[in-house]
């Protein structure tokens, strides 16, 4: 029987990544989170609450704060593992842009914390695997007919990316140093149940319902809205499972260098007015919008992000449900448990 460690366990992407785990295997999970303003540990409850009481007893919660050290305590209480998937981060763009330092201790030192943890399992017993989750952010903007591979350059224009770019090479640094045995993701704009109130899809679903308008962030002649890759959670688990459970070929080796990455991209690339009138119709509600200049708005954000998933495809992982059919699920779920888009 494996065990998992799931950092950020109470944050949006990871209740999805336990809830799917737990119903697709016999593993065991840990979540390790500290509980901030976006970890949430009702979610867990929510979703633990529809398993039965041989699944539900194989989640154990830990709390702790990676900014410290994984001490003697802390360890005994995580117990053995074999997978670590570190997705604790402070993931809100605006907040790291008011509070920087936040971001470093959260992102860097706690990424350096998990993976000292991990070095030392890793030297008692071979870990199986450490998945670190980065994001599409780390690339930076990407022009029009630009989608980012899997090792091309970084360009952070934000402390959120910067910082999730420094624990990703501290990842890489991990692997090549100590032979951890590290993959690294590249994740597009994820969306589905129980994400946090602030974010572009629960917002939108309230203020649609709310008859409220929408603000779209475009470019500076208010013509061209921002557009992403959007994901449902559900489905970067799968993708996650996948990458664990598939035995693959030998990576490229980049000058000596290795630790292999992949793209978990959503299935189709959707500007935000086109996102914002699909939850409208799903919502049987005409759309009122105004189109924002981003750049004066929102300095730090980028109009468009776009990764390749070429690489996922290749190995034989997409996305199998179609975007307009997850964009209605979540409508229909929020609507139908609205205190989840209400802060
Ligand atoms: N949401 C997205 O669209 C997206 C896209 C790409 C990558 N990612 C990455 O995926 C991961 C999860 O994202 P999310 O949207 O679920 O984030 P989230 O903010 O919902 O969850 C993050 C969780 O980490 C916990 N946490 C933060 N700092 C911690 C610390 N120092 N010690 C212990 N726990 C801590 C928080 O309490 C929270 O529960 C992050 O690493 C993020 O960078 C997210």
Known sequence: ?????????????A????YYLIKKTSWDIVSLDRLDYSGNLNRLDSILSSLTQEQKSRVKIVYHDLKSEINPWIKKEIGDVDIILHLAAGSHVDRSIDYPMEFVLDNVVGTANILEFARQVNKS??????IYFSTDEV???????????????????????ATKAGGEELAVAYENTYNLPVYITHTM????????????????????????SVTIHSDKTKQIPG??????????????????????QNEIDYGGAKCPKFNIVGSE????????????????????????????????????????????????????IKLTKRIKQVVEWSLNNQNWIEL
Not at 190 to 205: A, L, N, S
């Open 1 to 13: 029987m494996k065990r998992v460690l799931i950092t950020g366990g109470a944050g949006f992407i």
């Open 15 to 18: 209740h999805h990544l336990i």
């Open 139 to 161: 690339f930076g903007p990407a022009p029009k007919g630009v989608d980012y591979k899997e090792n091309d350059r970084y360009n952070s224009t934000n402390p959120y990316s």
């Open 125 to 130: 017993k071979k870990l199986e695997r450490f």
């Open 269 to 320: 690339e959707l500007n935000n007015l086109e996102l914002a009138q699909m939850i409208a119709k799903s919502q049987n509600k005409d759309l009122k919008y105004e189109m924002v200049d981003f750049h004066s708005s929102r300095p730090g954000h980028d109009l468009r992000y776009s990764l390749s998933g070429e690489k996922m495809k290749k190995l034989g992982w997409e996305p199998s």
């Open 227 to 248: 557009s992403r890759h959007y994901i449902h959670a559900e489905d970067v688990a799968e993708a996650i499972y996948f990458i664990l459970t598939k035995k693959l």
């Open 189 to 212: 704009n994820v969306f589905g149940e129980r994400q946090h109130p602030e974010k572009f899809i629960p917002m939108c679903i309230k203020k649609i319902r709310d008859g409220e």
